[in-house]
């Protein structure tokens, strides 16, 4: 529902530049809005519950202070006693106290690393997207969003001098043959691969292979073989 | 022609034609006799059929000519190539590249004035130009025949030489105008950009662009060392290749050659994909042109700096006078000076030599002397045979730190030099990085060493309680219990007691013996764990090291019982497997390498079935010794990978770039990208451009830096993980492990090829070191001869006749 098959974008402002974008984020409507919003909201509730679990987990040790010192509003409003005040509302409140047994009932080499583990699934991106952009005179470049939120884009850029051909290959993945588009690097033992992770179905890859030679190499002076 | 010349030239010919009358009647004569004796006719005869021949011949010749010449050109693509001031006839023809493609790299920090000026950069082709700086207020011939003359950098500090050399040019060129009122005055090669302070991107057109291409850079400041590379930059010193391309075949190990066999099968593989490819692309001046835009980029601040700062001499601009107060304080400004000059040459003349002088010999004492310690610690009785440094730790420590010392020197004279150029100049900042990083690795050694050292110190009765206890307890008491554990049937194996008693009394009493010996050693603990922690004060690395040699020494026994554990089991093993094939009537023909069936006799057959099950029965009592010692030697040897890991992370942890990379990732560069700008809302939203030509496409490209990937900072560390990992969980050394051959430690020369990374595979010798700080020296020298003794003065001096001059310069 919130993910499409990995279908195609383009990009081109001037005939000379273009970016091919496969992603997987489908069209934006209001119901895909909802839904990513209820999203967001639960993985925000999801990663204050665990670090209330975390911090009750904490108090619970006899290395802790006890939160009850900041029993009253701070006076202002912008402060660090005014993030205590709030950790200790949420701590006395009924989900804070039953979060709190369930900290003490994990042992805690479980409750660590599930709590990390849980905070990686929460910043685990829903959709990936990955792109090839084409500039005549200068070369491609391939990016893959990362899997985190965390992380930046990957990115690859291969000069035009360096670029020994673009071509579609395939390729045995499981029971399916699956075709790729693969640009080979003057002076390199592998090949770059794009859109590797998405592997997108063969008539976006051959559309993007058209497209992506049609931009980066000019038409040959007398229109003879390209 | 001026009227007055003419009068005069009128004056002149009629003065002369009264003069020489005679002459002229003359002449009138030879007129008529020429027109009666045809000669006119004649003439024009000649003229008509020569009017003929240049149209019919020499005119299509011509015209086929330069056509064919521009086919040339197109087709090959290398119009204005790699000189294209040197293709004088190519910019006469005017031939345009076939796909009109312009392409401009536009810096992101120009003001974004609505004034009109000049735009001035590099030309790398015809239609591909590299914006420096706009110069406003400027014309537009003028800038150019300056260009040309090079006066804009007559006064810089460093020979502009370098710059030109970099960016592929002998000089920069005007490239166009920017917010001109009437576009079509200008040259239509040239660049047209308007911008205002409200739009985002310039815009740009060119008469004979059909697409647009923007790329918009941010400069990077070289006074902060920021600049942009192709490749990542490289932290470790690339010329070890060099050194392990000499390695000889028997040096090399298995897994190597191993790794070289698949390197090969994959270069064919890579040589074979290149007969895939059917044509053969030429590449165009533009793509060829990146590695120049690269040094463009990295030029860019300080050209234009030197250009802003020079163009007062374009011609006559605004000037103010200065004002009583101003004037106030620069005298003062000189006065300051002035003493300061005065001070600082007093110490430059006198004490700051007398202080380098004895810094040089102390450093040169000092280098002598490491090269004594060298020597003894690179000794190798034959070539081939292990030095003292391949076998102890401490004694490779010692190695490491003197190669940085030795080393130190020589680096800072390089670095010194890159403040007597450009800043721009980007080679040496590896070499800064490299040279800090190990400056601050050994500092912060020391720190650790003296906390470390002060503690061991000052608790070392104590500490060598604890060293006695754990030496009793894990290399005796612990070797002895488990060996009389194996020899009162072990977890209900019912093992030959009878050997099992004998091989146990064996060991227990060399552990007897080796115990005394570690008894006699515990008097004199705290005497060594008070040279351990006194030697901390060299850096936290040392007391380390000196731990893992005091280890292996102090294991010594456990690595003898190893190895005779294992030679016995070995020998067992193999007594066996050929007591097997007797068994089956087989026998192994050392000859020929193989199995053959062999003919036995009774007896022999009976004697050799006997004593191979007595042999087979008496297996797991070996075998249970054998896996006690070999289980103590790996904890050894992890025990001594931990410290290795330790003194390779603090000899060689790449702190300062991973300060760097937090604190200026442009410093750090590892690579570039681009990326896709939305250009339609930005065209669209301006209403005052009503009159964009629609024909010209543009794309908006922003140009940036990749900051250098963490894992290519450690990419060293996990080259050496790899390493180990293949040597020691490899299935041959499992196989090693079972059959109770002895597995070879992993060659320390390939296990610290990462500790010597940092170092040059040869070091300068004292008499080169002493050369170059030498030179060093009198450089120095010469510069503070040469320091102008006051330059606020000249000013000074110059400011009644010429207020122009410094208010620009």
Request: aromatic share 12%.
């Amino acid at each position: 529902m919130l993910t499409t098959l990995p279908h195609l974008r383009i990009r081109r402002p001037s005939p000379t530049t273009a970016e091919f974008t496969v992603t997987t984020l489908p069209p934006p409507t209001l119901s895909l809005r909802i839904l990513r919003t209820i999203l967001i909201v639960f993985r925000l509730l999801l990663l204050l519950s665990i670090c209330t679990v975390l911090s009750s987990r904490w108090l619970q040790s006899p290395f802790a202070q006890p939160l009850d010192t900041y029993p009253l509003w701070p006076r202002t409003w912008a402060s660090t006693d005014t993030l205590w005040y709030i950790a200790g509302c949420l701590h006395r409140s009924r989900l804070g106290i039953a979060l709190g047994g369930l900290a003490a009932r994990i042992p805690l080499p479980l409750l660590v690393p599930g709590a990390a583990t849980l905070c990686y699934g929460i910043a685990l991106r829903v959709h990936s997207s990955e792109s090839l952009l084409v500039l005549r005179g200068l070369g491609v470049q391939t990016s893959e969003s990362p899997r985190t939120y965390l992380a930046s884009a990957a990115t690859r850029f291969i000069p035009t001098e360096k670029i020994q051909d673009i071509f579609v290959n395939e390729a045995f993945r499981g029971f399916e043959v699956r075709y790729y588009l693969v640009v080979v690097v003057e002076g390199e033992e592998d090949v770059v691969v794009v859109f590797p992770g998405l592997l997108p179905r063969r008539h976006i890859v051959e559309k993007v292979w058209r497209e992506a030679r049609e931009c980066l190499y000019e038409k040959a002076p007398r229109g003879g073989i390209e | 022609m001026h009227p007055f010349s003419v009068l005069a030239i009128g004056i002149f010919i009629s003065g002369y034609i009264t003069a020489r009358w005679d002459l002229v009647t003359r002449l009138y004569e030879l007129a008529i006799f020429a027109w009666e004796y045809g000669v006119v006719a004649r003439a024009a005869q000649g003229f008509a059929l020569l009017t003929t021949i240049f149209f019919g011949i020499f005119v299509p010749v011509a015209l086929v000519a330069q056509k064919e010449t521009k086919l040339v050109f197109l087709h090959e693509n290398s119009y204005g190539g790699e000189d294209p001031f040197k293709l004088g006839a190519g910019d006469r023809l005017r031939a345009r590249q076939h796909d009109g493609l312009m392409r401009v790299f536009w810096p992101t920090d120009v003001p974004k004035s609505d004034r009109p000026g000049v735009v001035v950069g590099w030309r790398n082709s015809n239609l591909d130009v590299f914006v420096v700086a706009i110069l406003d207020d400027t014309d537009p011939r003028n800038v150019e025949f300056h260009l040309k003359a090079g006066t804009l950098f007559r006064n810089s500090p460093y020979p502009p030489a370098h710059f030109y050399e970099l960016c592929g040019h002998t000089s920069m060129h005007v490239l166009g105008v920017s917010n001109v009122v009437d576009p079509t005055t200008a040259d239509p090669s040239w660049v047209c950009a308007r911008s205002n302070p409200t739009l985002q991107v310039p815009i740009i057109t060119c008469p004979k662009a059909s697409s647009v291409q923007i790329i918009l850079y941010d400069r990077p400041q070289p006074q902060g060392m920021q600049y942009i590379s192709l490749n990542p930059i490289a932290l470790a010193l690339g010329d070890q290749n060099g050194e392990e391309g000499v390695k000889s075949e028997d040096q090399e190990s298995a897994e190597e050659t191993q790794e070289r066999k698949a390197k090969e099968a994959k270069r064919k593989l890579v040589e074979k994909l290149k007969l895939h490819t059917i044509t053969k692309r030429i590449p165009s001046a533009r793509d060829k042109a990146l590695p120049k835009i690269v040094n463009q980029v990295n030029w860019s601040f300080e050209l234009e700096k030197t250009l802003q700062k020079n163009v007062g001499r374009l011609g006559p601009r605004p000037k103010r006078s200065l004002s009583v107060s101003e004037r106030v304080v620069e005298s003062a400004a000189t006065m300051r000076n002035f003493v300061h000059m005065q001070l600082l040459d007093l110490f430059a003349a006198y004490v700051f030599p007398i202080i380098q002088k004895t810094f040089i010999f102390f450093l040169l004492g000092h280098r002598i002397l490491a090269e004594m310690l060298l020597a003894v610690l690179e000794f190798r009785i034959k070539p081939g045979s292990a030095a003292l440094k391949d076998i102890s730790a401490t004694a490779q420590q010692i190695e490491i730190r003197l190669q940085q010392f030795c080393y130190w020197p020589m680096q800072y004279v390089t670095l010194r030099k890159r403040n007597t150029n450009w800043a721009s100049i980007t080679t040496s900042h590896p070499d800064y990085i490299r040279f800090y990083n190990s400056l601050w690795l050994v500092a912060n050694d020391v720190i650790i060493g003296l906390a470390l050292g002060s503690y061991i110190i000052e608790h070392a009765d104590w500490v060598a309680e604890q060293v006695n206890d754990i030496l009793r307890k894990y290399t005796v008491e612990a070797l002895q219990s488990s060996i009389s554990w194996l020899m009162g049937w072990p977890a209900g194996l019912k093992l030959n007691a009878e050997l099992a008693t004998f091989l146990g009394d064996l060991f227990l009493w060399v552990i007897d013996y080796w115990s005394n010996c570690v008894y006699m050693l515990s008097p004199s603990l705290p005497k060594i764990v008070w040279f351990v922690g006194f030697s901390s004060f060299a850096g936290a690395s040392m007391p380390i090291a000196l731990v893992s040699d005091f280890v292996s020494a102090l294991t010594v026994h456990i690595y003898s019982f190893y190895l005779a554990s294992a030679r016995i089991y070995h020998w067992q093993l193999t007594i066996l497997v050929s007591l097997f094939h007797l068994f089956r009537g087989k026998k192994h023909n050392v000859l020929r390498n193989r199995i053959d069936s062999c003919d036995y006799d009774l007896d022999q057959l009976l004697v050799g079935t006997i004593l191979f099950t007595v042999l087979f029965f008496l297996l797991p009592t070996v075998v249970v010794f054998y896996l006690n010692f070999a289980v103590a030697r790996m904890i050894i040897i992890a025990l001594k990978a931990v410290f290795d890991t330790l003194l390779s992370c603090l000899n060689h942890f790449p702190l300062f770039a991973l300060m760097l990379r937090v604190k200026d990732p442009r410093r750090l560069p590892g690579g570039i990208r681009f990326e896709l700008r939305d250009t339609q809302n930005n065209l669209n939203s301006d209403p005052n451009s009503p009159d964009i030509p629609r024909g010209t496409p543009t794309s908006v490209i922003y140009f940036k830096s990749i900051p250098l990937p963490f894992e290519v900072m450690f990419q060293q560390y996990f080259q050496m993980a790899q390493r180990i990992r293949k040597h020691y969980f490899s299935p041959r050394v499992l196989l090693c492990l079972v059959t109770g051959k002895f597995v070879p430690p992993i060659d320390r020369r390939n296990l610290y090829s990462l500790q010597y990374s940092m170092l040059p595979a040869r070091r300068a010798t004292v008499g080169e070191m002493w050369r170059a700080v030498s030179v060093e020296l009198s450089q120095t020298r010469r510069k503070s001869a040469q320091r102008p003794f006051n330059p606020s003065m000249q000013n000074w001096g110059k400011r009644a006749g010429n207020g122009r001059a410094r208010a620009y310069h």
